[in-house]
């Protein structure tokens, strides 16, 4: 039972190292082939001012972006650019500005300053009353909003509030 147990020990261990070999000699074949140049096709060099073949070579994907010139990569860059742009535009959702009264605007400043007085009173702001901070001052006009932010970013650097998430 000894003998059988050995045998298959060193056949198995034949195997790995068999095995271990031939992996070794595929990795090195991976990195030879990815290491070497890629030429557009075997015996011709494509210049600028040759005219392109109608159709690539099938094998691989990176073979087609040795037929684009790099103009025409830019020409292709614009373009889908400017689509995005068009398409974000016709998707942006067009409501009107909802307009807020000074009043408004003072007691949603005024309930923001509170807040923020309570957070530095606190020395902490956890992840639901920052959303809401932000909520609430979301409301504000520009320039409130970033004296808000300002704010609350000095008293965080500051240390006065700790502000982990």
Known sequence: MQRILIGLIAVQTMAIFFFGFRVMEI????????????????????????PRPETPPADNRLANAAFLSPDEIRKI??????????????????????TITSAEI??????????????????????????SFQAEIAKLPPEQRREMLSKLTKAINAGQIDAQF
């Open 27 to 50: 990795d090195a074949r991976t990195q030879e082939l990815a290491l070497a140049p890629r030429a557009a096709m075997p015996n011709q060099t494509i210049t600028s001012d040759q």
């Open 77 to 98: 860059i614009r373009e889908e650019l400017q689509y995005a742009q068009a398409s974000a535009v016709r998707q942006a959702p067009q409501k009107p500005a909802e």
């Open 106 to 131: 003072s007691s949603i400043k005024s309930a923001a300053s509170y807040d923020l007085g309570r957070f530095i009173s606190n020395g902490r702001i956890d992840e639901t009353e920052m959303a």
